[in-house]
């Protein structure tokens, strides 16, 4: 419990150090404002820093997690961004994004408290592109998926969720076009109240898949649309396709697949409530749960045939605003992911949370989550301090 304790103090610790660098809470701090002016480049450039910073506990009931770094303080989501403007003409601008994820427990060496062979750092995103209020937004690189972005971040709005959407149940979600996708072109384009996307996904590089096989990515695509019904209601629907082959280990056969999520959210926010659900169809596209198919799982039935899941988030936002309290919101959420064919697993969660938003960023989370698996999956209690700036 000391050593809990501890690590916990050396986390707000930093949490605090960086909060009292800068008070625009909440916001990204601006450290080049754009200002064109004849005969100065460095006028057309805007540059903007930000992050979050969530030192987290995770405790499941039964013991399911016995031994597990996440019942210490763990990491749960460090990210640090970095976005830069640079106007060029017109209403046409070069656009450039980074954001880096920091294991802040791995990167300090404190044992126990993150998962062995874990990364310091990861690329969460890395791309570039152009925008024109006019033309629309071209990037290409490692960003978020079309998917996520119409219907997937929707309901990513609590802390242990993502459980049955696609992008938080796919191979890997960097790589199968479900989540932050490595080598996408993304077009976005504004037509009175509808957002429209859409992407290609370019070849990608093998990703081994803990000896099992090996999944690579031959090519695809996305299309996506926002209808913006109102102010604080918005309908989305986006379809992604990929192509990718599934080799034996030792690379001497693969199976290919072709790979479709289909998807639909609405998110409404009426005066202090939040409200969202969302809704997907998973074909050839979660990994097999070997535990409960009577087959061996090969490179030939690697992946479900059909699977889908929904998830949903209801809250509300009690105002405070004094003794550096800003709120306090209770919510209910919940999920459901199922296979259709292939195996019988499923799992069903639904739980409560409260979450404290306090002044200068910083905020605190709790969440009971009861769950029902095939798999005796326990309850999971989870305690989480956010830092934004």
Do not use: C
Request: charged letters at 20%; hydrophobic letters at 35%.
């Amino acid at each position: 419990m000391k050593t809990k304790i501890t690590a916990l103090a050396k986390l707000v610790g930093v949490a605090v150090v960086l909060g009292a660098t800068s008070f625009a809470a909440q916001a990204e701090i601006t450290l080049i404002k754009q200002d064109p002016q004849p005969g100065n480049p460095l006028s057309r450039l805007n540059f903007t820093v930000g992050g979050s910073i969530r030192p987290q506990i995770n405790n499941m009931t039964g013991g399911y997690d016995n031994g597990s770094y996440k019942r210490n303080v763990f990491d749960g989501g460090t990210r640090f961004r970095f976005a830069a403007d640079y106007y060029l003409f017109d209403d046409i601008s070069w656009v450039g994004y980074y954001e880096l994820g920091v294991n802040i427990p791995a990167v300090l060496k404190w044992h126990n408290h993150y998962a062995d062979g874990a990364n310091d750092t990861t690329r969460r995103m890395l791309y570039t592109g152009f925008k024109s209020d006019t033309w629309g937004t071209l990037t290409f690189g490692q960003q978020n998926s079309v998917y996520y972005d119409v219907v997937g971040v929707k309901t990513d709005i609590w802390d242990y969720d993502m459980l049955a959407q696609a992008p938080g149940n796919g191979i890997n979600g960097d790589y199968d076009g479900s989540y932050r996708s490595r080598n996408m072109l993304k077009y976005k384009n504004t037509y009175g109240d509808f957002d429209v996307y859409a992407a290609w996904l370019f070849d990608d590089t093998l990703n081994l898949n803990d000896g099992k096989g090996q999944y690579k990515r031959k090519g695809g695509g996305s299309l996506g649309v926002d209808y913006h019904i109102s102010d604080d209601l918005t309908w989305g629907l986006a379809w992604n396709y990929t192509r990718a082959k599934v080799r034996n280990y030792d690379g001497t056969d693969s199976t290919t697949y072709n790979q479709n999520i289909y998807g639909t959210a609405l998110s409404w926010t009426p005066d202090n409530w939040t409200l969202a659900a969302g809704l997907g169809w998973y074909q050839n596209y979660l990994p097999m749960k070997s535990g409960f198919t009577r087959s061996l799982v090969t490179k030939d039935n690697y992946f479900a045939d059909d699977a889908w899941g929904y998830e949903y988030f209801i809250g509300y936002e009690f105002p405070i605003n004094q003794y550096l309290v800003k709120g306090i919101q209770p919510y209910i959420m919940g999920d459901r992911l199922e296979f259709v064919n292939g195996t019988n697993w499923k799992r069903i969660d639904n739980g409560l949370g409260i979450n404290f938003k306090f002044d200068y960023g910083f905020s605190v989370q709790y969440e009971h989550v009861f769950t029902s698996s095939t798999d005796d999956q326990g309850d999971m209690n989870l305690v989480r301090l956010r830092y934004d700036f």
